[in-house]
């Protein structure tokens, strides 16, 4: 004689009733998200500019996390050490155009160099364009220059000397980006002129090479006659390239 279950008949109807309940809230949550995908193709199709600002985001949320880096190409701007001539006063925007000419450098970089160099002189009670200048005499404007002593980039910074001084961004090798080395090596110049007694032309002979220097070989005079140039320059004068 078969046994009969008297708690079965509920139990199979409450588990049809879930399953069919599953079964439509499943369905309905699918068919949502599939009228919202189709409403938002539709969204930007009919507004381009909104499809490009979405595929935008995606990438930059692509790159932020590393996937696909491969193949995804990089915005790389940001990092690039330029300026727009227009975002310089007239004066600024003058000189850089005229180091680009002498010098042959394109003048976006050397107009962040002439920005900073503002900024610099600000912070360490120097002349803008003295410091141009020390940098045009010292590198010719060419951020990776490296003497036989081992004087690097721009300013032409003895970097083993003053390596604590690139602690602060990451290391040594930041004596290779052009806006790093400028800050230290202006540091460097107005410690040589405090350490000179404020003299400008004993200053820029320890830059040189400490208290060894005896003879400058005109060092001197031609950071001079070039500030002297870029003083006429950003004043509206027509200096010749020499």
């Known amino acids: 004689m078969p046994l009969h279950c008297t708690w079965c008949p509920p139990i199979r109807t409450v588990l049809r009733d879930i399953a069919q309940g599953l079964f439509l809230v499943t369905h309905s949550g699918l068919a949502m998200v599939g009228l919202s995908a189709a409403a938002v193709v539709m969204a930007l199709w009919w507004h381009p500019q909104g499809l490009h600002m979405a595929e935008e985001a995606l990438f930059n ?16 701007a940001d990092r690039a050490t330029a300026v727009d001539l227009k975002d310089l006063p007239r004066s600024q925007a003058a000189v850089a155009i005229w180091l680009g000419q002498k010098y042959k450098i394109a003048p976006e970089p050397l107009a962040a160099l002439v920005a900073e160099a503002h900024v610099l002189a600000k912070r360490h009670k120097l002349a803008p364009h003295l410091i141009l200048a020390v940098m045009a005499i010292e590198s010719n404007f060419h951020p990776y220059v490296q003497s036989h002593a081992g004087a690097q980039g721009l300013m032409q910074v003895m970097t083993t000397i003053h390596a604590k001084r690139y602690e602060a961004y990451g290391g040594k090798l930041a004596a290779f980006d052009p806006i790093t080395n400028l800050r230290v090596g202006v540091a ?41 140039r870029l003083d006429q320059v950003a004043a509206g004068v027509s200096v010749p390239i020499q």
């Open 61 to 76: 949320w692509l790159r932020d996390r590393q996937v696909l880096i491969t193949w995804l190409p990089q915005n790389t």
């Open 188 to 228: 460097v110049l107005a410690d040589s002129i405090k350490l000179k007694g404020g003299s400008l032309e004993d200053g820029l002979r320890f830059y040189l090479g400490g208290d060894a220097v005896t003879e400058d070989g005109g060092y001197v005079a031609k950071v001079q006659a070039e500030q002297a």
